[in-house]
């Protein structure tokens, strides 16, 4: 269950699979400087719990992308996974529009 007041519930996609759920979230690859890894800025919106005002909160995450095919200002899809290195818990599942 989403805590009360994120718009973003629509958006987790669940598994039905074994290993319960895992998170995908959509957002702009912001740097691909490093081997085989992104850092996807995302998006979540939070209304305020006594205002009612939505708010943008943007959080950046580092993801995984095996091929290096992703590049700066593309939109991806990212999905949860286990930890890879210290930092990275996220893969690459898609490239849905490419950097102008």
Known sequence: MQAKGHESASSDVRDADARGY???RRGYVVS???DKTIVVEVEDRVK?????KVIRRTSKVKAHDESNSA???DLVVINE???LSATKRWRLVEI?????
Not at 48 to 52: D, E, T
Not at 96 to 100: F, N, P, T, V
């Open 32 to 34: 691909d400087k490093m």
């Open 81 to 83: 996974t286990r930890p």
């Open 22 to 24: 895992r998170k995908a």
């Open 96 to 100: 849905l529009e490419k950097a102008k």
């Open 48 to 52: 305020h719990p006594l205002y009612g």
């Open 71 to 73: 590049g700066i200002g």
